[in-house]
């Protein structure tokens, strides 16, 4: 894998990623959010604490990014990609929702939202990665 595929699947998946979770969270799920606002920081505050959504992401997408390139295989990238984005989505947003669920009062209906919109968005940053950083006799 060359270096510049691998940055390229980085950005490229970054910005998916940012561009995605604000979608869901900023514009799908705001009413929601907004029914429970006494369980959520005062919107100042978390948009002081901008740039540590931002790190996650970026941490987020570079570990996956890494993690795909280390198991690829030489076989569709289709394939590959929603594959891996399901596993990244069980292992990322169904564990994260489902014990934010179980430990805070976060109404199940809030939870599921989260798992089927950051599920879909996993599914589309692995399919994002596959078509990066695909080998080139797969291509």
């Known amino acids: 894998m060359s270096t510049g595929k691998t940055i390229g699947a980085m950005i490229a998946g970054f910005v998916l990623q940012s561009a995605g979770m604000y979608l869901l ?33 970026a941490i987020f997408v570079i570990g996956a990014v890494l993690i795909y390139i280390k198991g690829v295989e030489h076989k569709s990238w289709i394939g590959q990609g929603i594959r891996f984005g399901i596993l990244l989505a069980l292992v990322s947003t169904v564990y994260g929702s489902l014990t934010s669920w179980a430990t805070m009062p976060i109404p199940h209906r809030l939870a599921f939202h989260w798992i089927l919109g950051e599920g879909i968005i996993c599914i589309l940053l692995g399919l994002l990665i596959a078509v990066i950083a695909q080998p080139k006799a797969a291509a």
């Open 25 to 57: 969270h900023d514009v799908l799920l705001m009413p929601e959010y907004r029914m429970t606002a006494s369980m959520w920081r005062p919107q100042a505050a978390m948009n002081h604490n901008m740039w540590a959504l931002i790190l996650a992401n």
